[in-house]
């Protein structure tokens, strides 16, 4: 007798060998939904299974529904153990179309528009050692397309429109293609529908109701199917507009909002510009007390500011012919005196030219070769380099003496005379100590030091016999 736990094993085994096949169904077979064929090529129409079907045997038919038409068979067949048998219902369908086995798939040889529409697949397939029977019904949609050709475009008008005042319609068609889809872009950004642009049913129109500014741009448009796409040439469409964004400026003077400061006696430049197409025509008006008065036509104002006596209100306006818009900006022109202070040094700063830079840099370098060549004429630098160096040492190494140093330089003859009613402290050399007798004479009190002198007398004795030889 088997062990309980071996049975167990065997009756598992068995059982997953039967779990796959209690777990056939339909949903194993697979159809494509949605085949888009080109007309004058060839279309298969497969189907794709999870199961072995070699040793299946397998019974159906292939139908179709052409649009607007009824079910009509195409095809029927038989295979098993891949032994295959096909019966067409008609001569005309043979031509057409011609099945394939084991993959029971219907192929189209050549795809024309009575090819197009819904085709049907009934299956039955019987597995072996197996009593239930598999039913398959599966429907594929064929359409027949043919390829686009390059798009054209067109504009209505064709020459430039005016805005807030016409419409623009782009038209965009193709010679060839089917079941066409049309996109618009501009600058190659794509148009989505909005309250100024309109399309119609297939994209193939737009209209832009009215024209405005931002409008303006390259055009052109994307025909694609479910086969090709090709995109048309641009083209520019064209807008009088404005004026926009009227302003004006001047290079003079200091500016602060609307109010121009401007120095006494200055001429100054305004300039008055703004966004058209056309160009604007532009007039300068003066307002003064409450009364106006056109000075200047054209974009340019000139002002002298030494005529004004007080601030003056002055006002630009800007029209377009075309387009019959009109804008207008005002601002006052003050005359005072603005100094030299940092502004207009920053003014002047910013405006200094790379040339100038250069100039000024060339006079630097040829001063500084005028001086030199002066100063080595003048001050002859060899020969001062020349002197100190051959300076002797003594000379160029004398210290600084407090006079005790060198008890050598202190040897000598020191000599007081006193003179009645006046004092004087005379210096006399060895000399004249032999004529006592004479100085005594003069009543003067002489007292000598005598120290004894070295033979070989310094600088410093030297100088002292020297002066004693002047005295």
Known sequence: ????????????????????????SSEGVHVPSVLHGVKGKSLLLSMDTQYRLDEAEIQGSWYQTPPGGSKELLVSFHTFHNQSASVVASMRHRERFSFRSPDVSLLIPRLDEAAEGEYHLDLSIQFPNRNDLLSVERTVRVTVDV????????????????????NVTWTCSVKNGTRVRYQWLRNSVPLDASDRHRFSQD???????????????QYHCLARNHISQRRSQTMDLSVFYGPYNLAVRSDHGLRTGEVFTVNPGELVFFHCQADSNPPNSFIWISKTKNTTEVIAVGQRLEVTSYKLAQAEEFLCRAFNNVTQ???????????????????????????????????????????????????????????????????????????????????????????????????????????????????????????????????????????????????
């Open 1 to 24: 007798m088997e062990p309980p736990g071996r049975r167990t094993f065997i009756a598992l085994c068995f059982c997953a060998a039967l779990l796959p096949m209690s777990e056939v």
């Open 203 to 217: 994209n193939s129109t737009l209209t832009i109701c009215p024209v405005r500014k931002e409008d303006i741009g």
């Open 147 to 166: 390829p686009v050709s390059t798009p054209v475009i067109e504009k209505n008008p064709s020459s430039t429109v005016v805005e807030d005042k016409e």
């Open 325 to 471: 818009k009109q804008d207008e900006t005002q601002f006052t022109m003050v005359v005072a005196s603005l100094g030299t202070g940092k502004e207009k040094y920053f003014q002047d700063s910013s405006s200094f030219s790379p040339l100038a830079g250069i100039i000024l840099t060339s006079l630097f370098v040829i001063v500084g070769c005028i001086l030199l060549v002066y100063f080595r004429k003048t001050c002859h630098p060899k020969r001062v380099l020349m002197n100190i160096y051959n300076r002797p040492l003594t000379e160029q190494k004398r210290p600084n003496r407090s006079g005790h140093e060198d008890a050598t330089e202190d040897f000598g003859i020191y000599e007081f005379v006193s003179i009645p009613g006046k004092m004087e402290s005379t210096q006399a050399s060895s000399r004249s100590l032999a004529h006592r007798e004479s100085v005594q004479d003069l009543h003067t009190t002489i007292y000598d030091v005598i120290r004894h002198i070295p033979e070989t007398p310094t600088l410093a004795t030297q100088g002292l016999l020297v002066r004693h030889g002047e005295a």
